[in-house]
């Protein structure tokens, strides 16, 4: 059953990162298909009861704090009364899912304002009305933030004025829609924030921002491919400590636990020792000098060079890799596999590696052969690395 295999997928990312220190997690809206159409008629938070509070329990005892998203169809404020009432009807389905799981207060609800449809004001006041006649359960949970090409941070705090709405701070929509005689600076965006943080209440938990960066090269808004360390540290100096920064980036997992490490003032260099057997096969098919400058980081075992680390990283991620830079890598992973191939996968990957090096063929299907030898051998330490999973 689908929502049987959602719920289950659902359990592994929160088990995932429990073990990773990642205590701010988005869950996917669309976990139960359907879950707020008239179509879907099944009791679906009691026939998953048990697996609903098995992830619940997981969630409380990892002192994780959950959110969701519902996406840009959710309008509140629309002038049409069919799409205001498709919008509460998501809006309950999104607070029943966070019921079921037994989360408080704490876990919101994040929604855009909506469109403005030809006057703003109006449209503030009337996403301030069509809020106040929603259910307690529901309110509890919702709050708002500023949007890439409409309504303002200014906005924002202005509907939290008419209905005590609390109110997220996302620096990208700020930076591209900022409120009149607002300034391009971080001073100026930490008053927003210092703002935003003043419509939270103790019962709706710590103070929630969105973070990202802008994606070289791609439309406005779009968010970058990983978050640049260094930049992310910059952008955090002078903001208080007890934030929660959910880190909107493509990368997802992998940024959030570059920045987890990158705020720890120390930590045993383990840490990135095992962050380092994931990225460490990327990193030498993309820039074998830099492969080798990591590994004289990593040799102090008492430091924590966390930033110089992830910094290293990423010029690596930054660079082209070179045909022959990704022959040195194949090889190297090869090296871990060949002594428990057999004769006709030798001759598979001889036969591959040639068709690359002579431009038959792409690096993908010998990494997919790579990846196909891991599994069958066993070797999560070659599974899991980056070098094979970012095919996946």
């Not at 876990?107 to 503030?124: E, F, V």
């Not at 209440?201 to 360390?229: C, F, L, V």
């Not at 992998?254 to 095992?274: N, W, Y």
Request: a neutral charge; hydrophobic letters at 40%; glycine letters at 6%.
């Amino acid at each position: 059953e689908i929502t049987a295999h959602n719920l289950q997928v659902l359990e592994n990312l929160v088990a995932y990162n429990a073990g990773q220190g990642i205590r701010l997690f988005r869950i996917s809206s669309d976990i139960i298909p359907f879950g707020s159409s008239p179509v879907n008629r099944q009791p679906w938070d009691e026939q998953h009861a048990g697996q609903l509070a098995r992830i619940g329990a997981l969630i409380r005892s990892s002192g994780m704090r959950v959110s969701m998203h519902p996406g840009q169809y959710t309008v509140l404020n629309s002038p049409d009364r069919d799409v205001v009432a498709r919008a509460v009807a998501d809006l309950v389905y999104h607070d029943r899912l966070l019921e079921a799981l037994g989360t408080g207060r704490e876990s919101k609800i994040i929604l855009h304002i909506g469109g403005a449809y030809g006057s703003k004001i109006a449209a503030l006041e009337r996403f301030a009305r069509e809020y106040e006649q929603l259910g307690d359960s529901v309110l509890q949970r919702l709050v708002i933030e500023n949007d890439e090409r409409i309504f303002t941070v200014a906005d924002a705090l202005q509907v939290h004025r008419l209905v005590r709405v609390p109110v997220v701070f996302d620096n990208l929509h700020h930076a591209l829609n900022r409120p009149d005689g607002a300034r391009a600076d971080p001073e100026d965006d930490r008053s927003w924030v210092a703002a935003c943080r003043d419509t939270w209440q103790a019962a709706d938990g710590r103070q929630k921002i969105h973070y990202s960066q802008q994606a070289a090269g791609k439309r406005p808004g779009a968010h970058s491919d990983t978050i640049e360390a260094a930049r992310f540290l910059r952008d955090m100096d002078g903001l208080p400590d007890d934030l929660d920064v959910m880190l909107e980036v493509k990368d997802k997992n992998l940024s959030a636990v570059k920045c987890i490490h990158c705020l720890q003032p120390d930590g045993p260099i383990t840490l990135l020792e095992q962050e380092w057997a994931r990225y460490k096969y990327e990193v030498l098919e993309y820039a074998p000098d830099i492969y080798l400058a990591i590994r004289q980081l990593l040799k102090d075992k008492k430091a924590w060079p966390a930033l110089d680390f992830y910094t290293l990283v990423e010029k690596a991620q930054g660079r082209t890799v070179l045909p022959g830079h990704a022959v040195n890598a194949a090889q190297h992973v090869w090296g871990y596999l060949s002594e428990q191939a057999g004769e006709q996968e030798k001759r598979q990957f001889a036969r591959l590696l040639a068709r690359y090096r002579s431009g038959e063929s792409p690096i993908e299907p010998l990494k997919r052969f790579l990846l196909k030898i891991a599994r069958a051998q066993g070797q999560p330490y070659l599974e899991q690395s980056l070098y094979l999973t970012r095919l996946l």
